[in-house]
């Protein structure tokens, strides 16, 4: 483009410097021409951009790995000029996503539309946004970019793989010591009577008090620790292992299609997320621990928000955190009371944490372990070795699983 306007410019000069020497007007009329021309382009250039609104529509603002994510855009001329073309180059951050486009003619008080698409296979908090508008003249003499810095965020939960059993945890079971946290739901341990609220079911109403205080009163109750499950998920540094993700990641692909990067980073990620579906699907009470490097702590709770929130924390989980995984334990460990089931994943070949279970399942708490061998992930093999841990959990009274790259997450974690 800067080469053909300085064509011109060369051009407009040699008929100027040919009229002087000749004094024939063809050239002068010839450098009127080239004038024109070059001041028409920079006019016309210059009202390309204006008068033109973009619209940007996203659907979602939450979805999943494997999930496709789509967004609409739209260009409007509002000027009484025709639009020859206008390039949208979009900045997101989001993997794969390719939303920027060249639009055709677009006529006065004309609409162009178009949908960008993309499948997301990468977990994280991206950016959408800005945008560059850029635009010329007829000729190509002259390009104009308008800058549109607004912009929003896409959150990309990571992805779950189905689980048909991985365990039987201890039911609830009458008796046991009932922990001061009161419970949407009905269990085994009557805490008190409150005043009746709008959408209290009628079978919790206390008819006896209600009739002796004159007024509706339901029971409450409180979560039995029997049927607590605490995840304890591992993403110090010290546990990290990965290889270089291969151009091709079909290779690396199994449920269904879905894709995990070669990282143990991820499988820990996964894991986690297909666990924590698992139980809250089945209606357990599910805890969670992580330190991502910050502490992330949730109480027991069995709804859907809890499942929404741990995939939030999950999303954006990275392995930097210089706690040990002994420590997470050792530290998060006050949580659990007598009965409750521990779920630690982690890729740390340390012996460290194992005894730190050891500990758990000594105050009678239940004890799995998901091992991860970071040595098909590349890891030194001066770590230590994956069945040297799992035959010091299962020694010491715990059910162990352990995962290796490219196993199959629904198979392995699918056994009673």
């Given at each position: ?198 959408g209290d079911s009628f079978n919790r109403i206390h008819w006896r008090s209600s009739a002796r205080r004159d007024k509706l009163l339901v029971k409450e109750f409180e979560l039995d620790p029997q049927a607590d499950v605490w995840l304890f998920l591992d993403l110090s540094a010290a546990s990290l292992a990965a290889r270089p993700e291969a151009s ?105 944490w194992t005894r730190a279970a050891q500990m758990l399942i000594r105050r009678g708490v239940r004890v799995v372990a998901v091992q991860i061998d970071a040595l098909s992930f590349g890891a030194d093999p001066a770590r230590g070795r994956a069945d040297d841990q799992i035959a010091r959990l299962i020694g010491n009274g715990a059910e162990a699983f ?15």
């Amino acid at each position: 483009m800067a080469d053909r306007r300085n064509g011109v410019y060369v051009l407009l000069i040699s008929c100027l410097l040919l009229g002087l020497l000749t004094g024939k007007p063809f050239f002068f009329n010839l450098a009127y021409v080239l004038g024109g021309l070059l001041i028409t382009a920079r006019l016309w250039s210059w009202l390309a951009l204006n008068r033109i609104a973009i619209g940007r529509q996203t659907r979602v603002r939450r979805t999943q790995v494997g999930r496709p994510f789509e967004e609409r855009f739209s260009v409007h001329n509002n000027g009484w000029l025709p639009r020859l073309w206008i390039e949208v180059r979009d900045h997101s951050t989001l993997p794969n996503y390719h939303a920027s486009r060249v639009t055709p003619l677009v006529l006065p008080r004309a609409n162009y539309a178009w949908t960008a698409r993309t499948t997301c296979r990468v977990r994280g908090e991206f950016r959408l946004g800005p945008l560059t508008l850029s635009s010329g003249d007829p000729f190509g003499f002259f390009q104009m970019t308008r800058q549109i810095a607004a912009t929003t965020s896409i959150l990309v939960y990571p992805a779950t793989v189905p689980i048909a059993g991985f365990f039987a945890p201890s039911g609830i079971i009458s008796g046991g010591d009932a922990q001061r946290r009161r419970a949407q739901f009905v269990t085994t341990n009557a805490a008190g009577v409150r005043d009746y609220a709008p959408g209290d079911s009628f079978n919790r109403i206390h008819w006896r008090s209600s009739a002796r205080r004159d007024k509706l009163l339901v029971k409450e109750f409180e979560l039995d620790p029997q049927a607590d499950v605490w995840l304890f998920l591992d993403l110090s540094a010290a546990s990290l292992a990965a290889r270089p993700e291969a151009s091709d990641p079909n290779g690396g692909s199994y449920n269904s299609g879905l894709y995990i990067p070669p990282s143990t980073e991820e499988y820990a990620v996964v894991i986690a997320a297909s666990l924590a579906q698992h139980f809250l699907a089945g209606g357990r009470t599910l805890g969670f621990v992580t330190y991502h490097p910050r502490r992330t702590v949730m109480q027991p709770d069995r709804d859907n928000r809890q499942f929404m929130r741990i995939l939030e924390a999950l999303a954006v989980a990275k392995s930097t955190g210089d706690l040990a995984f002994e420590q997470t334990i050792e530290l998060e460990s006050h949580h659990l009371g007598r009965g409750a089931t521990a779920i630690l994943v982690s890729a740390d070949l340390d012996p460290g944490w194992t005894r730190a279970a050891q500990m758990l399942i000594r105050r009678g708490v239940r004890v799995v372990a998901v091992q991860i061998d970071a040595l098909s992930f590349g890891a030194d093999p001066a770590r230590g070795r994956a069945d040297d841990q799992i035959a010091r959990l299962i020694g010491n009274g715990a059910e162990a699983f352990i995962v290796r790259e490219n196993d199959n997450l629904s198979a392995v974690l699918s056994r009673r």
